[in-house]
């Protein structure tokens, strides 16, 4: 099945599925082969209409099932130096170079490819496969497609969700949100500069404060599964002021806090808020009280944390042919199914150090592996 795998894929990575494009004429592609094999598929789409998720059952829709799930849009390649087009499957020996190769269309394709044999069973328990945009800038599309699941009365036994994991199956990931920190000041002439207030200067010091928090998250708790086995804080883009002889105005930045499971990500928040707004405001505001600084949501979603003594794990296990299990730093869309009440874990082919990087690839072992973790998930639900 592995040869049928890998025209899929090629096919699936020639659509430029960037975040920042539509996914409709993938989805359109998906569609019309599901639809070729006489199935019937649904969508929900994003508020703008360019985008969709699509959800496609397999089997009999009211019994307990298993979803296959993964994302259809990928990270951008620009500035990256690729040796290849990277939305042409280059196959050089045993590797298969594309954007999405690894992340995550490889599992896409693998999925698609056993969808002939799942008609042939036939199945007693539905697989269900639940594709979904916009992962990379956050998980907006997957809360969409859960809802549509809980409408149509769907209610999966399990959920794996594919992201790159070279077959390992991961039971826990992080927690992450994700903030913009906006600050305003009072410009003057950098001369009269005890007069303004220095919009840099106040964003500096909740930098610097955020840095502290991460100092103490570096601490513990900690737990020795997890390739970061900490909680972190991290700022990552900074930008403010017009001019070295002007107070600046305007500053902002953007951070993220990535949480262990008993770690509370809204109190570490609500830590950087109070130190805003008790700390920085009042002396802000003693030269100008239209100043301040303000915490925006940009993204999040919540860890994952399933038990290894549960059922879903002993199967995923039982599936992907190992015994071991792990826990990631990455978040991903199992935690929004955790959040929902299904039962998940991660486990899918590549590996994630290939991921997000120029020449990405996937090898066709891993493939294989995972061809064959669905072919049993086939029997399992067929049994």
Same mark, same amino acid.
């Given at each position: 099945?592995?040869?049928?795998?890998?025209?899929?894929?090629?096919?699936?990575?020639?659509?430029?599925?960037?975040?920042?494009? &539509?996914?409709?004429?993938?989805?359109?592609?998906?569609?019309?082969?599901?639809?070729?094999?006489?199935?019937?598929?649904?969508?929900?789409?994003?508020?703008?209409?360019? +985008?969709?998720?699509?959800?496609?059952?397999?089997?009999?829709?009211?019994?307990?099932?298993?979803?296959?799930?993964?994302?259809?849009?990928?990270?951008?390649?620009?500035?990256?130096?690729?040796?290849?087009?990277?939305?042409?499957?280059?196959?050089?020996?045993?590797?298969?170079?594309?954007?999405?190769?690894?992340?995550?269309?490889?599992?896409?394709? &693998?999925?698609?490819?056993?969808?002939?044999?799942?008609?042939? =069973?036939?199945?007693?328990?539905?697989?269900?496969?639940?594709?979904?945009?916009?992962?990379?800038?956050?998980?907006?599309? @997957?809360?969409?497609?859960? %809802?549509?699941?809980?409408?149509?009365?769907?209610?999966?036994?399990?959920?794996?969700?594919?992201?790159?994991?070279?077959?390992?199956?991961?039971? %826990?990931?992080?927690? +992450?949100?994700?903030?913009?920190?906006?600050?305003?000041?009072?410009?003057?002439?950098?001369?009269?500069?005890?007069?303004?207030?220095?919009?840099?200067?106040?964003?500096?010091?909740?930098?610097?404060? #955020?840095?502290?928090?991460?100092?103490?998250?570096?601490?513990?708790?900690?737990?020795?599964?997890?390739?970061?086995?900490?909680?972190?804080?991290?700022?990552?883009?900074?930008?403010?002021?017009?001019?070295?002889?002007?107070?600046?105005?305007?500053?902002?930045?953007?951070?993220?806090?990535?949480?262990?499971?008993?770690?509370?990500?809204?109190?570490?928040?609500?830590?950087?808020?109070?130190?805003?707004?008790?700390? #920085?405001?009042?002396?802000? =505001?003693?030269?100008?009280?239209?100043?301040?600084?303000?915490?925006?949501? #940009?993204?999040?979603?919540?860890?994952?944390?399933?038990?290894?003594?549960?059922?879903?794990?002993?199967?995923?296990?039982?599936? %992907?042919?190992?015994?071991?299990?792990?826990? @990631?730093?990455?978040?991903?869309?199992?935690? #929004?199914?955790?959040?929902?009440? @299904?039962?998940?874990? @991660?486990?899918?082919?590549?590996?994630?150090?290939?991921?997000? +990087?120029?020449?990405?690839?996937?090898?066709?072992?891993?493939?294989?592996?995972?061809?064959?973790?669905?072919?049993?998930?086939?029997?399992?639900?067929?049994?």
């Amino acid at each position: 099945m592995t040869e049928r795998t890998i025209a899929i894929l090629e096919k699936l990575v020639s659509f430029d599925t960037t975040s920042r494009n &539509s996914n409709l004429a993938l989805i359109d592609w998906v569609e019309g082969e599901l639809a070729a094999q006489g199935l019937s598929s649904v969508r929900t789409y994003d508020d703008a209409g360019v +985008k969709a998720n699509l959800l496609t059952t397999i089997g009999p829709a009211d019994a307990p099932g298993y979803v296959l799930s993964g994302h259809t849009d990928v990270v951008p390649v620009d500035g990256q130096a690729w040796t290849s087009d990277p939305f042409r499957l280059t196959r050089r020996g045993d590797r298969l170079y594309g954007r999405g190769a690894c992340d995550m269309k490889g599992f896409l394709a &693998s999925c698609l490819a056993g969808v002939p044999r799942m008609l042939e =069973r036939p199945l007693a328990r539905p697989i269900h496969l639940a594709f979904s945009y916009d992962e990379e800038v956050g998980c907006l599309g @997957v809360p969409r497609l859960i %809802a549509r699941m809980g409408e149509a009365g769907l209610a999966p036994a399990a959920c794996f969700v594919g992201e790159p994991t070279s077959m390992q199956v991961v039971v %826990a990931h992080k927690t +992450k949100v994700s903030y913009r920190a906006v600050v305003t000041g009072k410009s003057v002439h950098s001369a009269l500069a005890p007069q303004g207030v220095n919009a840099v200067d106040y964003a500096a010091r909740l930098v610097v404060h #955020l840095q502290e928090i991460g100092r103490r998250l570096a601490a513990g708790p900690s737990d020795a599964l997890f390739d970061v086995p900490v909680s972190t804080a991290h700022t990552g883009v900074i930008a403010g002021g017009t001019a070295l002889n002007i107070v600046p105005e305007h500053c902002e930045f953007l951070f993220e806090f990535r949480t262990l499971p008993d770690v509370d990500v809204d109190a570490l928040v609500a830590e950087m808020q109070a130190y805003a707004r008790d700390v #920085l405001e009042p002396e802000m =505001r003693a030269v100008d009280p239209a100043t301040g600084i303000r915490l925006e949501w #940009l993204s999040g979603f919540p860890g994952l944390d399933t038990t290894p003594e549960a059922e879903v794990v002993g199967l995923a296990k039982r599936l %992907a042919g190992r015994n071991d299990h792990g826990k @990631v730093a990455y978040g991903t869309e199992a935690g #929004l199914f955790f959040a929902a009440g @299904v039962p998940t874990v @991660v486990v899918g082919p590549g590996s994630i150090e290939q991921a997000h +990087k120029p020449d990405e690839y996937i090898a066709v072992g891993e493939l294989a592996r995972c061809d064959v973790f669905v072919d049993r998930l086939i029997d399992h639900c067929a049994a």
